[in-house]
């Protein structure tokens, strides 16, 4: 199994553009979530979601959009990328039985000039 | 949601046992505990999970008193690549919207 994956790996975009944020898993997990961590800061929740067809808000979900047409496939899209979107994403997978714990893929990493 | 609070950083000497305490004071009665650790410019990677009293692996143990308000992640003889931020996670939530807050986590120095 690859696990979980992200692409790209680093992205710099401008402020304005939009973007895709990719994420894969092949462990038929139910659950996806999205995380983003600032320098030196702890992982923030902006997105997740418990199965196809059904996601949720986190903490911080102002400025991105996410969908779940399969179960395999997270995207985060960015609608008008701005410089305090600047950071390392995270995207997460795990099986929808409480106690299960999370994967985490490795990150991208996001410059908005 | 269940909020943690934990030391923001640690010293520690190389072959020392390390305790790195975890309060959740609102910890719901379907939250588990887990501990992730993460080195930079990777995500976090599972160390260990429980719900009571005591758990051990072969990396760390976690141990859980009878409120569970708080828990106490023991990583024996650390060695410097035990050098790493530590987070404690408690969920899924007492909503039940599995909503995964992870607290600012303990930044751990081990010194040769």
């Known amino acids: 199994n690859a696990g979980v994956t992200q692409t790209p790996k680093f992205q710099v975009l401008k402020t304005g553009q939009s973007m895709t944020l990719q994420c894969a898993q092949d462990m038929n997990h139910e659950y996806m979530s999205w995380y983003r961590q600032d320098p030196g800061m702890g992982l923030r929740l902006i997105h997740y979601?418990?199965?196809?067809?059904?996601?949720d808000q986190g903490e911080v979900p102002n400025g991105y959009n996410v969908s779940r047409s399969t179960t395999e496939d997270f995207p985060l899209r960015l609608l008008s990328a701005a410089p305090s979107q600047t950071s390392v994403y995270f995207c997460?997978?795990?099986?929808?039985?409480?106690?299960?714990?999370?994967?985490f893929g490795p990150g991208t990493r996001l410059t908005v000039l | 949601l269940a909020k943690t609070t934990q030391p923001i950083s640690m010293d520690s000497y190389e072959g020392q046992e390390v305790n790195i305490t975890c309060s959740h004071n609102?910890?719901?009665?379907?939250?588990?505990i887990t501990w992730y650790q993460q080195f930079p410019s990777q995500g976090p990677r599972f160390i260990i999970q429980g719900y009571k009293t005591k758990v051990t692996n072969e990396v760390a143990s976690l141990f859980i008193p009878a409120d569970r308000k708080s828990s106490t992640l023991s990583l024996p003889r650390v060695s410097l690549s035990d050098t790493a931020v530590y987070y404690c996670l408690v969920g899924p939530s007492t909503s039940g919207t599995y909503k995964y807050i992870f607290g600012t986590g303990t930044r751990l120095k081990v010194l040769a």
């Open positions: 997460a997978s795990k099986r929808g039985r409480v106690g299960d714990t999370q994967y």
């Open positions: 979601s418990v199965g196809a067809g059904i996601t």
């Open positions: 609102n910890i719901a009665t379907n939250d588990y």
